[in-house]
Structure formats: C-alpha cells, structure tokens
C-alpha cells in the first residue's frame, strides 16, 4: 500500500539546523511530488515547500526561503526537508504529503497521502 | 492578498446540513486555480476530503460535496454525524506566492 514514512521526533537548540526524511513506498516515486506542511501546536496548517520527485525543481514558502531546503533521493525514494537557523517559532509537527500528477510536466497540487509527521522541538 | 479565510468555527445537530466558506482572492481561487479540502481529527494527521473543486477520494461519503464561486469556495456536510467533528482546512495555489496557500482553519463542532 502506499505510505509516507517521517523519521522520528527531534529536538533542536535555537540557531541550530534539522533535517527530516520521508520515506515513500507502495508507487512510483519518481511520478509523484512531495509537499512538506507544518502544524506549530494548537494552530493551523502551514504550508512549506515542495519538491517533483521526478526532476528535483523546488518550491519553498516566501516566509521560510533562505533557511528551507527540499531535496529528494530517487535510488532511496525518500525525501528529505532541512531547515536552518531554527527559532522557538519553528517548534512544530512536520507532515510530508503527496502530490499527484497531472501530466508529465505537470502537478494538481494537492496531497492525497500523508505521512503521521515528526515533531521537531526547538528549545534551549 | 494571500490569505484564504475560513470562519473559526460552525456547529451542527447531528442530521443537520452546514457549510463551511473559504474566502480568497484574484491571486488565488479568483485566478481558477482548485480548491482542496482536508479534514483533520485533532492528534493525527490531515486526510483529503476533496480534491479539485469538488472531486471525492474513494471512501469519503457523498455527505461531503464542495462548490466554488468567484474568489470563494464552500464545503457543505449533508447528515451529520459525531465522527464528522474535526478541523477542516481549504487549500489552493496562489499565483503572487507561486505556493500553496492553506485556510485558517474551521472547527466543526456536532452538538
């Protein structure tokens, strides 16, 4: 069956960076794109970039450009999101999800299946 | 501007029809870009609910249905039921981000 499978639970040190994985099994990796979303406690869905799993091209959140990076790795089928310079403000539940595709060049932009997410904690 | 609005919170009896509004703009769903829905019990992750204006994943009741007009888009809950009490989210592309954009947020309460 299709699943996303995150890494487990970080806590980080502000200033300091996180990197995340996300496991993809059950389709064609190379077909699809990922969304990372995040969830800071008791708030709403927060949008922070994506990837094309199959030609790497990038698009990341206007407020978190400069410290995100989405890469993807095909041979592991995993993708991966490090963030930098993290703050209190980044203390969040991290959600990968799928993109479906609409043609060969081509993404609907929305996910249709969620990783369980990591929780990354930044405190001093 | 960016934002998608949504209301913080509706409630219902069980059986009862609500609506949910999500309220965007020229950049967004005014552009004719879709709209998504996602329903999220509190501790677990987002699941979809409908993808593009008004389509149903296999295994989401025909309960659910959703619309569009202009720069706003609603998703409209026929029947409901306890299980339906969740937080739900509308989520679009916006052309002046070049990203995705995510409603605040609508808290279902089935009284």
């Known amino acids: 069956q299709v699943q996303l499978v995150q890494s487990g639970a970080e806590v980080k040190k502000p200033g300091a960076s996180v990197k995340l994985s996300c496991k993809a099994s059950?389709?064609?990796?190379?077909?699809?794109?990922i969304h990372w979303v995040r969830q800071a406690p008791g708030q709403g869905l927060d949008w922070v970039g994506w990837i094309s799993a199959g030609n790497g091209d990038t698009k990341y959140s206007q407020k978190l450009r400069g410290r995100v990076t989405i890469t993807r790795d095909t041979s592991a089928t995993t993708a991966y999101l490090e963030l930098s310079r993290l703050g209190p403000e980044d203390t969040a539940v991290y959600y990968c999800a799928r993109d479906p595709p609409m043609d060969d060049w081509n993404y609907y932009y929305y996910m249709d299946v969620w990783g369980k997410g990591t929780t990354v904690t930044v405190t001093s | 501007q960016s934002v998608l609005t949504q209301p913080p919170s509706v409630s219902g009896a069980p059986g009862q029809w609500v609506t949910i509004s999500c309220t965007g703009s020229?950049?967004?769903?005014?552009?004719?870009?879709?709209v998504h829905w996602y329903q999220q019990v509190p501790g677990t992750a987002p699941k979809l609910l409908i993808y593009?204006?008004?389509n149903r994943p296999s295994g989401v009741p025909d309960r659910f249905s959703a619309s569009m007009s202009g720069t706003s888009a609603s998703l409209a809950i026929n029947g409901l039921l306890a299980e339906d009490e969740a937080d739900y989210y509308c989520?679009?592309?916006?052309?002046?981000?070049?990203?995705?954009?995510f409603g605040g947020g609508t808290r279902l309460t089935v009284l």
């Open positions: 593009s204006n008004n």
């Open positions: 989520q679009s592309y916006d052309s002046t981000l070049s990203g995705m954009l």
């Open positions: 020229t950049s967004n769903i005014g552009a004719g870009y879709d």
């Open positions: 059950g389709y064609t990796f190379t077909s699809y794109a």
